[in-house]
């Protein structure tokens, strides 16, 4: 791999990607319009998708991008689409106490980050990337219980929303 | 391990053929559409440029780049001229994974015939096709008319329904192959193509990837009777040419891809690799015209049904026996 010669590239790569992610972050949150929004947020998917590869997890890579960026976010397109919400004219920019919330997390994820950060966690072994038989066997025989316990949590979530959203007998 | 100039040289060749052959397939492919549609039909078909009307494809080119690149009112700007690349350039990338010929050497050299040989190749051609629904849907929500919008909402709807079979029907492929990576997977049916093993899963492949190229009789998001072109109606040029060209790279490389997966990609008898490998993908291509040639289109309700309701739990019970049989022969 080319990583291993030049760590120089590899670095520049990260803090690219690491910029487009942040600042389109940023910019998925000012935006007045859904669409965009969405848009942005796909980009900032995008470029953490290429950040976990770059940090040897290919397989977290490829679930960032088909969940997030091409299940969930499209899902939010579809619902602004047939909702017809595409009209940011209508509707004003959130006050302090809207904010408020929202900046005490960011506050406390900044300082866990500093927390961290102080403590020098040593970087992962860009030799062992973590192979996919290691994801597998990590998460049905080691946690296999609480994976099913999960998954029967989300059945019953979606045939409570089958239920909420079916039409009545006439 | 370092790279030399010379392996990075063949890297960017790779990269280079690649796109030539492909964006040139492409434009064959639409002219091979209209003389086996006009063959089908009873027609003649394009004849006039060229001999056999073979300088088809460079007259179109020369007209959709000439014309007027026009962008209707009221249409949100950036996305509409963003979109058309968002739908073609997904489907050019997911050809970086299949490898297309047994490797070779060259300079002293081992070259593998494929562009990148990753480790989550499957996954990435799963990531790159639910990443290319964004054009369409874009490109209809973008130009402020109402077939357009039409069109693209039903794009959405079909294109998520039908990667949701198409990814179960690769289930047991990786589970035969024990391995995500496509060389593995095609290294895998050296003796035996994976058809003989799958032949549901294959179905229910070549269905669902029918219906995520749009293709006739799933061509919903288009349909001329309804909704005069669907989500491309506003566009025109090359912009129009892009979402077009993109539907034919599309076809090739989803067809390369059913190649790789279920009719053992490069492998084959007497004939060199690559032979083997574009015959399985033109005879693919040919299958979409001949389909395209016979077949009335579907109602929606009809499309969605048959992939929620039959395509999926086939699928999932195909899986599902597969474990089974894995285990048992253990």
Not at chain 2, 129 to 135: C, P
Not at chain 2, 192 to 202: L, S
Not at chain 2, 266 to 289: C, D, E, Q, R
Request: hydrophobic letters at 60%; aromatic letters at 14%; proline letters at 5%.
């Amino acid at each position: 791999m080319c990583e291993d010669c030049c760590p120089d590239m590899e670095q520049t790569l990260f803090y690219i990607l690491a910029a487009v992610t942040v600042v389109a972050t940023v910019f998925a949150i000012s935006e007045k319009h859904p669409v965009h929004a969405i848009v942005y947020l796909v980009t900032s998917f995008f470029a953490l998708a290429a950040l976990f590869y770059l940090l040897a997890a290919p397989l977290i890579a490829m679930f960032e991008v088909i969940i997030y960026a091409g299940a969930i976010m499209v899902l939010f397109m579809f619902v602004i689409m047939m909702l017809d919400l595409g009209h940011p004219e209508n509707s004003a920019r959130p006050g302090f106490w809207q904010w408020l919330p929202a900046l005490l997390l960011a506050g406390a994820t900044l300082v866990a980050l500093g927390i961290l950060m102080s403590n020098r966690i040593s970087i992962p072994d860009k030799a062992a990337v973590v192979s996919i038989r290691d994801v597998a066997v990590m998460l049905f025989q080691k946690y296999g219980v609480a994976i099913e316990i999960i998954s029967m949590q989300l059945l019953f979530a979606a045939v409570g929303a089958f239920y909420l959203g079916r039409r009545g007998k006439q | 391990m370092s790279y030399d100039p010379i392996d990075i040289g063949i890297m960017f060749a790779k990269i280079a053929l690649v796109f030539f052959v492909i964006l040139t397939l492409a434009a064959y492919l639409v002219f091979a559409e209209r003389k086996v549609l006009a063959w089908i039909q009873d027609r003649k078909g394009p004849n006039r440029v060229g001999p056999f009307g073979l300088l088809q494809p460079l007259a179109d080119l020369i007209k959709l780049l000439t014309k007027e690149d026009f962008r209707p009112a009221g249409s949100d700007k950036w996305l509409f001229y963003l979109a058309p690349a968002m739908a073609a350039i997904p489907a050019i990338m997911i050809f970086s994974v299949i490898p297309f010929g047994s490797p070779v050497t060259l300079f002293g050299h081992q070259v593998q015939l494929q562009v990148a040989d990753l480790n989550v190749g499957l996954l990435l051609f799963m990531a790159l096709s639910a990443i290319a629904v964004y054009g369409v849907a874009l490109g209809g929500w973008a130009s402020n008319s109402k077939y357009a919008l039409l069109g693209s909402i039903r794009g959405l709807a079909q294109l998520i329904s039908y990667e949701l079979s198409m990814g179960l029907a690769l289930v047991p492929v990786v589970m035969l192959a024990r391995s995500f990576r496509l060389s593995d997977i095609v290294n895998a049916q050296e003796g035996c193509w994976f058809i003989v093993y799958q032949p549901v899963a294959f179905v229910i492949f070549l269905i669902s990837i029918a219906a995520e190229c749009k293709r006739i009789p799933f061509d919903l998001p288009e349909a001329e009777g309804e909704l005069v072109a669907g989500f491309h109606t506003e566009y025109s040029g090359m912009r129009f040419g892009l979402f077009f060209v993109g539907e034919y790279i599309n076809i090739i490389v989803l067809g390369g891809l059913a190649a790789t997966f279920f009719l053992g990609g490069w492998h084959g008898p007497l004939l060199p690799p690559v032979v083997w490998f574009s015959l399985k993908v033109l005879a693919f291509a040919f299958l979409f015209i001949w389909i395209r040639g016979t077949l009335p289109r579907l109602r929606y309700d009809q499309l969605m049904h048959f992939c929620w309701k039959v395509l999926t739990p086939l699928a999932l019970i195909n899986v599902l026996v597969t474990a089974w049989w894995m285990v048992l022969r253990g």
